[in-house]
């Protein structure tokens, strides 16, 4: 250890090369975190030192990597980041695009909080699917693209949904008609997601809630829409989806409303 | 060898040498280029261009040069001929004498040794410095950069910088003349030039400097005060600056008034939404005005006020964003103009997708339920600021960085998309503090956490540190000292259900006091005192009679354990006593708009706290407790003692035990507590802007009473009144309701004023009070509001109505100041004057007391 300290303290960037080198070596074989963390020391120390030499490329690539291997995704994925950039022609730019990508991808925060990290690691997964067809990872960049794109269909869907949920609250009607809006949007927005369902049925309950909580002379009318969209759920799914039963007891009760009024 | 560009001829590169360099590595600089061995380029062509702008970009080159040195077939070799900027060895600051003034200039202009001495650096070095200058009166000050090359032991290309600083005289402005004035008066004229100013004696606040940018600023004011005044054509003919002297200058301004115009017809054009009588009245000017230029434009539309009752904000807070309005001069006779006001509504604007960004703790549904804009609304300014403002009342973000974006905005489909970004702000607060006092070490510990997440606190991930982000207040407090211990923890869930925000609030504390020994100075562990409280309370904002108003109901229930420990509240030492209360109360709170310094509005409660009637069903005969057995005085083996405290002889009647009675009466508190507040604010003057002279008037009133009269009122829960009107720490639940210009709680009630010893304070079940203040704001920044006081001040209380007197009150009055700052809270100084003796003293006045204010009391 005091051989490190010393090193760390006095060496000439050539020795402490080899030394970060040979650390990096070893934690990766021992799953060492400490010994990650020490590379980490010198790396900083001598990456700006190296920047522009031959053996720049390799220094740049172990201390991004030195950084994935402990966690520290921010900077793993910044720094693969400034390598992909610097170094395009490298033989492990495939490798740094993908693992900068991934380290985004842990960045990316849960549904209800900002997601400009997620929304960042789906570009930085796409440019890695885009510039490598057959590549090594497309495989998990793949499934990593999908895990988040689902991420963000969820941050939408349970915004309309909160609309729904205090529908009662506020300006009359005003949540439901903005729920409807919220739905809409999410429907065309996200063709394929595994809430639209789920979606097409809030939709519905959204306007048979403005509905029937509005003035009579308004009623007719409402009524109509929400029957809309009652048919437009019943075009894409039928018995034994999750909300078809709630579904069609309420379409029951609207059609009897509307029979007399 | 120059070659035309069309005529490239493509080689490739044979070796790369670069010369010139000094500092850098000749790799270093080839590498950077990115050219490297074997590329293949055209000559002259694109490549080259692209590497030369690379290097220039740098700023790290004053000379770059490629030469050919040498072609073997489609093979070049290269030659990079580069001259590097020197770097800065050392910086002299000549002219300035203090030390502290040369480092700030160093740092601001960023001198550092080793920085590249490019002649921008240079450039802007000077103009700064001399814009420092001018910009505190120095009209005069001159900087002169020079550099010269720097001897170096390693042979590096360095410079030195002397910066020659002559900062000349403070120049004032001695006269600011008018010529061709014969409308406006001089001074007038004077007063519009809003940050030039001439020299005066008196003139403390805004000194008379010169500074060119203002100047060019307030000639248009000048000329703005015209344009009010109806001289649609003033102008400045010229304006001359005159050097008196080293340290005067003058300035003459030479104008053409022009005509005075009043307003002739007006015309509205394209308005379908509203009608010409709506836009005249919304306008608020009108045929025969005198011609306000200043004032047209703001009341069309005003840029700076976004709250403004123009014509632009009448047509966008009504969805009408795509509108347009122009005023045109349409005909001009003698004095009078005619206007036609040109308006394209355009579509209606509806919100389409509504999201927030920035939010990295706090979650979506917390936000998204406060905002005002929703998507399919039809667009209206008015919401989008006030979602701002109730957004930034939340607390967790920073109030001045929220920020609305508006994203795809399209007149066509009559749609835009909004987009807030917040920037989250520390919402939590550590106290921790010791302190001696009461005989020992007093040690406080407090959290508070505003933005808690209780369904938070099982999930691992979401601790960082703890887990945030649903909008609920967690507060945790522990205070101890040698002898009593106080912990409590307060719950707050502003939505509870997430429908609609219906508060949940929690708390639970419990204080454990031991006997305090003055004499040895320790706690004796065996008396103790516990008490053990929890309270649920749920309020509930109404939407009748008008969304001010507020429900709430709270049940409350309280221990008191008592061992071997005499308080004085209880007449027992051994024994325990419960207090549960169900409390409804109704408030309705309309101040506006700055909390901290209402200027409109009025804040009404009116609570009522009741404990169960036990006394209907109970069965227990409260008048003649004495007369019973088990509540008799008794000595250590059961028999009866009299009056005197021996055994019962013959003829002696048994007297009750007050311990045993008291216990039987508190085992169960019983009462009922009725309290109204009130407060009006209203705005005596405004002397513009914020600067408002508010009155506050303020009434309250209490009320303690039981339901059996026999069972009596208990010693909790009463009204002590004087003072500045903090809690102290107490143990009965007693209000402590403020007096100024009067001792704390010292104001006891009025009928006893017979009885010569005051200190007979057990608090009282009646009271009232009145006060009217007048409050000035001295500045209201975010950082620190501040505001001055006076006010007048009457309370009394009474130990029951048959006493109660309106009229017969303690008067008070005095002045004070207060100081709001954001971690601070509010603190305050005042001082009363007590015009009436405290009740029971007959020392005439109670004269002058000082009271210190933390938190909002008054």
Avoid at chain 2, 276 to 295: C, F, H, M, P, T
Wanted: with cysteine; charged share 25%; net charge negative.
């Amino acid at each position: 250890c005091s051989e490190y300290q010393k090193v760390l303290k006095e060496a000439e960037p050539g020795e402490k090369y080899a030394m970060a080198e040979k650390l990096y070596t070893e934690a990766l074989e021992e799953d060492s975190n400490s010994k990650f963390r020490k590379a980490i020391r010198l790396f900083e120390q001598i990456v700006p030192q190296y920047r522009g030499k031959p053996q720049g490329e390799k220094v740049t690539f172990l201390f991004a990597d030195s950084y994935y291997h402990v966690g520290d995704n921010y900077l793993a994925g910044y720094q693969f980041e400034r390598f992909v950039q610097a170094y395009p022609n490298s033989d492990r730019v495939e490798e740094a695009q993908f693992k900068s990508a991934k380290s985004y991808y842990y960045l990316s925060p849960r549904y209800d909080l900002d997601q400009t990290e997620t929304v960042k690691a789906v570009a930085e997964l796409q440019k890695y699917i885009d510039a490598y067809p057959n590549g090594e990872y497309l495989e998990e960049a793949n499934n990593l693209a999908a895990d988040l794109r689902v991420k963000l269909e969820k941050k939408a869907f349970e915004i309309a949904k909160q609309y729904h949920k205090i529908g009662d609250f506020g300006v009359r009607g005003e949540n439901y008609k903005a729920a409807i809006v919220a739905f809409t949007n999410f429907i065309n927005e996200y063709p394929g997601s595994p809430f639209r369902e789920a979606a097409f049925y809030y939709r519905f309950d959204a306007a048979y809630q403005y509905a029937i909580n509005s003035y009579e002379y308004l009623m007719k009318e409402r009524l109509n829409t929400a029957r809309e969209y009652y048919n437009n759920y019943k075009r894409f799914y039928s018995e034994g989806d999750e909300h078809f039963d709630a579904i069609q007891a309420s379409f029951n009760d609207l059609e009897s409303r509307l029979q007399n009024l | 060898q120059d070659l035309p560009l069309g005529q490239g001829k493509k080689y490739t590169i044979g070796s790369i040498t670069v010369t010139g360099a000094e500092s850098y590595n000749e790799q270093t600089i080839i590498a950077y280029s990115g050219l490297s061995k074997g590329e293949e380029i055209f000559i002259p062509g694109d490549r080259l261009s692209k590497v030369l702008k690379k290097l220039w970009d740098s700023n790290l080159f004053s000379d770059i040069n490629f030469y050919i040195t040498n072609v073997e077939g489609d093979v070049a070799h290269l030659e990079l001929e580069i001259t590097e900027v020197p770097e800065l060895a050392e910086v002299r600051i000549q002219g300035i004498s203090k030390k502290r003034q040369t480092e700030e200039l160093i740092k601001e202009n960023n001198l550092t040794p080793g920085v590249k001495v490019t002649e921008n650096l240079t450039t802007t070095t000077k103009n700064y410095i001399e814009n420092k200058y001018k910009k505190d009166g120095y009209l005069n000050a001159k900087v002169v950069v020079s550099t010269s090359p720097a001897v170096d032991t390693t042979g590096a290309n360095k410079v030195n910088m002397v910066v020659n600083v002559d900062r000349g005289d403070k120049v004032k402005i001695s006269n600011i003349e008018f010529n061709g004035n014969e409308q406006l008066s001089n001074a007038r004229l004077r007063r519009a030039l809003k940050n030039t100013k001439q020299k005066n004696f008196f003139r403390f606040w805004k000194r008379s400097k010169f500074i060119a940018s203002d100047y060019e600023e307030d000639k248009t004011n000048l000329i703005n005060k015209y344009k009010e005044k109806g001289f649609r054509d003033a102008r400045i003919l010229s304006d001359t600056l005159i050097r008196k002297d080293n340290d005067n200058i003058a300035i003459r301004i030479n104008l053409e008034e022009g005509n005075r115009y009043y307003i002739g017809d007006i015309e509205f054009i394209g308005n379908t939404v509203y009608t010409d009588e709506q836009l005249g009245r919304a306008l608020g000017i009108s045929k025969g005005d005198i011609y306000n230029g200043v004032l047209l434009k703001e009341r069309i539309a005003d840029p700076s006020d976004p709250d403004a009752a123009d014509l632009a904000n009448l047509y966008k807070n009504n969805g009408y964003l795509f509108s347009q309005i122009n005023p045109v001069e349409t005909r001009v006779y003698n004095d009078t103009i005619d206007f036609e006001i040109r308006i394209m509504e355009g579509k209606e604007a509806y919100f389409n997708n509504i999201s927030v960004v920035g939010n990295d703790k706090t979650k979506d549904h917390v936000i998204y339920r406060e905002l005002r804009t929703k998507p399919g609304q039809k667009y209206s300014q008015q919401n989008v600021i006030r979602t701002l403002r109730e957004v930034g009342q939340l607390g967790f973000f920073d109030a001045e960085q929220i920020s609305p974006d508006f994203q795809n905005v399209d007149p066509n489909s009559g749609t835009l998309d909004m987009q807030y970004s917040v920037v989250e702000a520390g919402a939590s607060q550590i106290e921790l503090q010791g302190g001696y006092g009461g005989g020992g070490f007093i040690g406080t510990l407090g959290l508070s956490f505003n933005n808690f997440s209780l369904s938070g606190i099982f999930d691992k991930e979401a601790y960082k540190p703890l887990p945030m982000g649903d909008g609920q207040t967690l507060s945790l407090r522990a205070q101890a000292s040698i002898f009593y211990q106080t912990y409590s923890l307060n719950f707050v869930e502003p939505w509870f259900g997430g429908q609609r925000p219906v508060s949940l609030s929690t708390s639970f504390s419990y204080t454990r006091q031991f006997f305090f020994d003055q004499r040895r100075r320790r706690a004796d562990k065996s008396r103790s005192f516990d008490i053990l409280g929890v309270n649920v309370g749920l309020a509930k904002r109404l939407r009748w009679p008008d969304d001010y108003f507020t429900l709430s109901q709270a049940v409350g229930f309280q221990r008191y354990d008592l061992n071997n420990y005499n308080t004085g509240l209880f007449t027992f030492g051994d024994g325990f006593s419960n207090n549960l209360t169900y409390t409804l109360g109704i408030t309705r709170n309309s101040e506006g708009i700055n909390p901290i310094f209402p200027t409109t509005g009025s804040n009404f409660s009116l609570t009522a706290k009741f404990t169960p009637p036990y006394s209907l069903w109970n069965g227990v005969d409260y008048a003649n407790l004495d007369q019973q057995r088990e509540f008799q005085l008794e000595d250590a083996d059961g028999n009866l003692l009299n009056a005197d405290g021996l055994r019962l002889r013959p003829g002696d009647e048994p007297v009750g035990d007050r311990g045993k009675i008291d216990q039987e009466k508190f085992k169960w508190l019983e009462f009922y507590k009725i309290k109204f507040k009130g407060s009006w604010f209203n705005t005596l003057y405004n002397f513009g802007g914020n600067s408002n002279l508010v009155l506050r008037t303020h009434a309250e009133f209490g009320f303690l009473g039981a339901y059996n009269n026999d069972r009596g009122i208990p010693p909790f829960e009463r009204f002590f009144l004087g003072g500045d009107g903090l809690g102290a720490f107490s143990l009965d639940g007693r209000e402590v309701i403020a007096l100024r210009g009067y001792p704390n709680q010292q104001v006891v009630p009025m009928d006893r004023s017979t009885i010569s010893q005051a200190s007979n304070n057990d608090g009282a079940t009646l009271y009232n009070k009145y006060s009217l203040e007048l409050r000035f704001p001295i500045t209201l920044k975010p950082m620190a509001s501040i505001y001055a006081l006076t006010f007048l001040e009457a309370g009394a209380t009474y130990d029951n109505f048959r006493d109660y007197n309106p009229f017969l009150l303690n008067r008070s009055a005095g002045a004070g100041i207060r100081i709001f700052m954001p971690q601070f809270g509010l603190l305050g100084i005042d001082f009363g004057y007590g015009f009436d003796p405290i009740p029971g003293s007959n020392a005439g006045p109670n004269g002058w007391e000082t009271h210190f204010i933390i938190g909002q009391q008054f």
